[in-house]
């Protein structure tokens, strides 16, 4: 993952860039700009400040690029982001299991899952940084043993760090809450006279709603006054209004960005030697989404530790202890797949309706619930470390270490997720952005093709304006209305009405791209990772438009065509 990123930190941008280059004009434009830029959608400007925050997140973000630079910042943060989250898990499993070498074993499971690297590797840094989940889950259990105010805090505490970095995470761990709470309820008491599985100090229903309310309320208290206008527009939207966070999103995407249960056991498009086996089936059944969202692999050695476990628990093997954490963490994970799976279950002319469904009427914003495979995976991994830790006190010490050998190298062999140089060269741009950038004072571009600043195209737009830094026509979305409405009167250049508005916007150059065109909305370095029916769509057919019927070409810089206005 690092060779040779570590000696070529500004050079090369970490992964297989897309949203990754948006991340990184991000991190630049934050050094600009604080809350609106002309650096797109000129003349009119663009909103760097969404309506949600991410504080935390932007903290991690922009704290290395200070210090070092922009690039350099970036793959320093997506890099640690695995070792962090890896340490992280042990830290909660160690203080859980009292193993250090199962704890261990499992951080490495969590932090560096084919989830976390494709997500890391796609540009999704936030979903590679996971390290305060496992300190939700540290601040939960130890309220479920204190069950005081400050214990109530802690969980509250931690949660907002969880949802503070990422919203989606922070959403997604509130179900990891609810099961929590009433697992936490079920094991804590007796039941018709049974032994309960695991007692702690709860005296009365009183007391025990009481706690959780705190925990509620301390949450509430610092995540709202960062998120209370997101919430207020939530409450606010009508059906078919845009939220800052997002459109509500039609069930329709989130039936496309959920998860087929294949999905768990089939190894990353990008394992260097598994990969070319399992490529083509990958591709022909993405269901219209993409390998970034779906690569959630589980693994046979977190698998089969799992599988083991539930052998065990089934035999009664595991003490009290560990079959009070390993029934939770397989509770857990069962939970969670089971909301990543698809909002429906089709059934003839009728649909099933799976949990998905009825959350996806509460928040509609989150249309990616292949997201929850991400827990899955951690939870999967705290399963095998409480596997591990009962097979270190039966199996000789000898034959522990060979089977902690084995695990090791069969999960450094199956969780290799991508190949070395897993990079974008950046110190080399194209000829047109070279001229660009050498061009005197401030004035506007426009680039073609033009596209919705959604569409993965645009990323290549955004990298090469650091280097280039003038302002760009480009980047409208159906947010910024007056924006929106220009773009959709320029995006085809070939008449004369279009040249004539853009002069009147103030524009100096017209850029066209005619290998952009051919190559469509998805960049030819990223092709693999999407279905060969999305990854095939080309701009207007791969034709360039005939801007030469009403003005002669300017510039020529190789295939790149600068006329200038």
């Known amino acids: 993952m690092t060779w040779p990123l570590i000696l070529k930190s500004d050079s090369i941008l970490f992964g297989a860039p897309g949203d990754a280059a948006g991340v990184v004009w991000g991190i630049w434009s ?3 700009a604080t809350h609106r830029t002309l650096l797109l959608s000129a003349p009119f400007g663009f909103s760097l400040g969404p309506i949600y925050v991410q504080p935390v997140y932007d903290f991690f973000l922009i704290l290395p690029a200070m210090f070092l630079n922009t690039v350099r910042g970036y793959n320093f943060f ?27 074993i499992g951080g490495l499971i969590f932090g560096f899952c084919p989830a976390a690297v494709a997500h890391g590797g796609g540009g999704h840094i936030g979903f590679a940084f996971n390290a305060f989940i496992p300190f939700f889950l540290i601040s939960l259990f130890h309220n479920r043993l204190k069950r005081t105010v400050f214990s ?12 503070l970095t990422s919203l989606y995470t922070g959403y997604f761990c509130l179900y990891v809450a609810a099961l929590f709470v009433l697992f936490d309820w079920t094991a804590s008491k007796s039941r018709s006279g049974g032994q309960a599985l695991n007692p702690c100090p709860v005296q009365t229903c009183g007391a025990f709603v009481f706690n959780y309310i705190c925990c509620v309320l301390f949450a509430a208290l610092f995540v709202i006054p960062f998120e209370y206008k997101a919430i207020l527009e939530i409450i606010a939207r009508t059906e078919g209004d845009l939220a800052p966070i997002g459109p509500a999103r039609p069930l329709g995407a989130l039936v496309v960005y ?7 056991f089939v190894p990353s498009i990008d394992h260097p030697v598994l990969g070319h086996y399992f490529e083509n089936f ?9 390998t970034t969202e779906q690569t959630l692999y589980l693994g046979l050695v977190p698998l089969g530790l799992f599988l083991t476990g539930i052998v065990f628990w089934f035999k009664n093997r595991f003490s009290q202890e560990h079959k009070f954490y390993f029934l939770f963490f397989s509770l857990a994970a069962a939970f969670m797949c089971i909301m990543s799976f698809p909002p429906y279950i089709p059934f003839g002319p009728f649909k099933i309706p799976l949990i998905g469904f009825f959350a996806h009427k509460i928040a509609p914003m989150f249309r990616v619930y292949a997201r929850f495979g991400i827990l899955v995976n951690m939870f999967v991994a705290c399963g095998a470390a409480v ?31 991508i190949p070395p140089n897993y990079a974008m ?8 952005y070279k001229w660009l950038a050498a061009q005197p004072g401030d004035f506007i571009v426009a680039e073609y093709p033009m596209m919705p600043n959604d569409e993965g195209a645009f990323s290549t737009y955004l990298l090469w304006q650091i280097v280039h830094r003038k302002r760009l026509v480009n980047g409208a979305g159906p947010a910024q209305k007056e924006a929106w409405a220009f773009y959709n009167k320029v995006n085809y250049p070939a008449n004369r009405q279009t040249m004539d508005l853009l002069r009147k916007a103030g524009v100096k150059y017209l850029i066209v791209h005619p290998e952009m065109y051919k190559e469509g909305p998805i960049p030819a370095y990223i092709k693999r990772h999407f279905p060969p029916e999305a990854a095939g769509i080309a701009y207007n057919n791969g034709v360039p438009p005939l801007i030469g019927r009403f003005i002669k070409p300017y510039k020529i810089c190789g295939v790149d065509v600068v006329y200038r206005l």
């Not at 695995?82 to 261990?104: E, S, V, W």
């Not at 990958?282 to 993409?290: E, P, Y």
């Not at 060269?425 to 047109?432: D, K, L, Q, R, T």
């Open 30 to 32: 934050r050094f600009i």
């Open 78 to 104: 997506a890099l640690v982001s695995f070792p962090l989250t890896a340490a992280a898990l042990f830290i909660f499993l160690d203080r859980t299991l009292q193993n250090k070498t199962a704890a261990f």
């Open 152 to 163: 109530a805090s802690l969980v509250g505490g931690s949660f907002v760090l969880v949802a």
């Open 258 to 264: 959920s998860v087929r249960m294949w999905e768990y």
């Open 282 to 290: 990958i591709r022909t059944h993405l269901h219209g989404s993409n």
């Open 387 to 417: 596997v591990l830790t009962h097979l270190s006190g039966v199996l000789s010490k000898n034959r522990y270490r060979g089977l902690v050998t084995v695990v090791l190298i069969v999960l450094v062999f199956e969780y290799w997720s």
């Open 425 to 432: 060269p950046i110190n080399n741009p194209p000829e047109v």
